[in-house]
Nanobody, 115 residues
Framework: QVQLVESGGGLVQAGGSLRLSCAAS????????MGWYRQAPGNQRELVAT???????MYADSVKGRFTISRDNAKNTVYLQMNSLKPEDTAVYYC?????????WGRGTQVTVSS
């Protein structure tokens, strides 16, 4: 069974940084496309960043130049480095794995950015 466990969320002031981690198990990690999504109260879940099996990355326009997604296949972990955080980045951040044609989700980690 695929399991994704996020960590690294917390409270940070605007302009600060956080690094999220997502540890994956129950899959061949190198065969999974990985991503980060977020959901703010009252909003739909939205794409933040993805990284393919080959390491190709894609970002939402709102985070380009501030966030960096990366993966370590030896550690079965995907990361999201978030710099220059803004209050509008406040949300629950979810890890996603696209594996064998199915989406898998973690439970999320809260990120709160104070102004």
């Amino acid at each position: 069974q695929v399991q994704l466990v996020e960590s690294g969320g917390g409270l940070v002031q605007a302009g600060g940084s956080l690094r999220l981690s997502c540890a994956a198990s129950g899959l061949i990690f190198s065969s999974a496309g990985m991503g980060w999504y977020r959901q703010a109260p009252g909003n739909q879940r939205e794409l933040v960043a993805t990284i393919s099996r080959a390491g190709n990355t894609m970002y939402a326009d709102s985070v380009k130049g501030r966030f960096t997604i990366s993966r370590d296949n030896a550690k079965n972990t995907v990361y999201l480095q978030m710099n220059s955080l803004k209050p509008e980045d406040t949300a629950v951040y979810y890890c996603n794995a696209l594996y064998v044609g199915r989406d898998h989700w973690g439970r999320g980690t809260q990120v709160t950015v104070s102004s």
